[in-house]
């Protein structure tokens, strides 16, 4: 670890809701793909609405993403995480640590982004396609691509604090336009998810209603961009999440 602080922890209304009575749930995997364009001098980020009728942060703005699935781990890809990417998702990794669960993770972000918004992160498909029986991904591999997580960027991590009806470990992903396979033409999706794909600047998207995290997340990503110009393979990973009654922030 390079730093590790204690800080205050946010409001709880900032957190999406009180904690609820009863046992905590144990957090579950989960990743998030944060798309990165330039337009001219204008640096932009894809986000997307959430429902009103969801019971998880509705009318929210939000990256795409989600939990884990089992099938994410057991895909087989040609278009390997960058080395430094994957030493860095193998760090404090709950659980059993594998590498198929932290490709899995950079997978998970692909297929969430592709559910929710019909963006393909991925190489046109040569040769035999990846064999699965998980319907979501046959669906992206029908596009005639395989999924390619060597531009992704592993930049944040987050633990949804105790209490919660729902808890996440999400992993925060970054990636640049120019590796998204459709980018002006995205594919078309039926999801309940996300209402709409929105191209914010930093400005732009700190003015919509964002849970805590997302705006935490916004707020380390234009530091991070306005100092070193990119997010490098090897770059430090923020991780902040609450320990006993302190809330911590450490860099991975």
């Known amino acids: 670890m390079s730093e590790r602080k204690i800080l205050p922890e946010p409001d709880p209304q900032m957190l999406d809701g009180k904690p609820v009575p009863g046992p905590s749930v144990r957090p579950r995997d989960a990743a998030t793909l944060i798309v990165l364009r330039n337009d001219g001098d204008a640096r932009r980020v894809m ?37 430094l990417v994957e030493e860095k998702l193998l760090v404090q990794m709950r ?48 596009t005639g691509y395989v999924p390619d997580l060597s531009g992704l960027r592993y930049f944040a991590r987050a633990i949804t604090p105790p209490g919660r009806p729902r808890r996440f470990d999400a992993r925060f992903f970054v990636v640049d336009a120019s590796c998204v396979a459709n980018i002006d033409e995205p594919h078309v999706v039926d999801t309940e998810e996300l209402l709409d794909r929105y191209w914010f600047t930093f400005e732009e998207a700190r003015a919509q209603e964002l849970p805590w995290i997302t705006r935490e997340i916004l707020r380390m990503l234009e530091e991070a961009l306005d100092k070193d110009g990119e997010i490098a393979p090897g770059c430090t990973v923020p991780f902040q999440r609450r320990q006993g009654a302190d809330w911590i922030h450490e860099t991975i």
Do not use: Y
């Open 95 to 142: 659980g059993r640590v594998s590498r198929a669960r932290a490709r899995g993770l950079a997978l998970a972000a692909i297929r969430e982004a592709f559910e929710e918004t019909g963006l393909i992160v991925g190489k046109p498909a040569h040769g035999k396609l990846p064999r699965t029986s998980d319907k979501a991904w046959q669906s992206f591999l029908s």
């Open 47 to 83: 986000m997307g609405k959430r429902h009103e009728a969801h019971k998880f942060m509705p009318n929210k703005f939000v990256f795409p993403g989600g939990r884990l699935d089992p099938a994410d781990c057991r895909l087989s890809v040609e278009h390997h995480l960058h080395p």
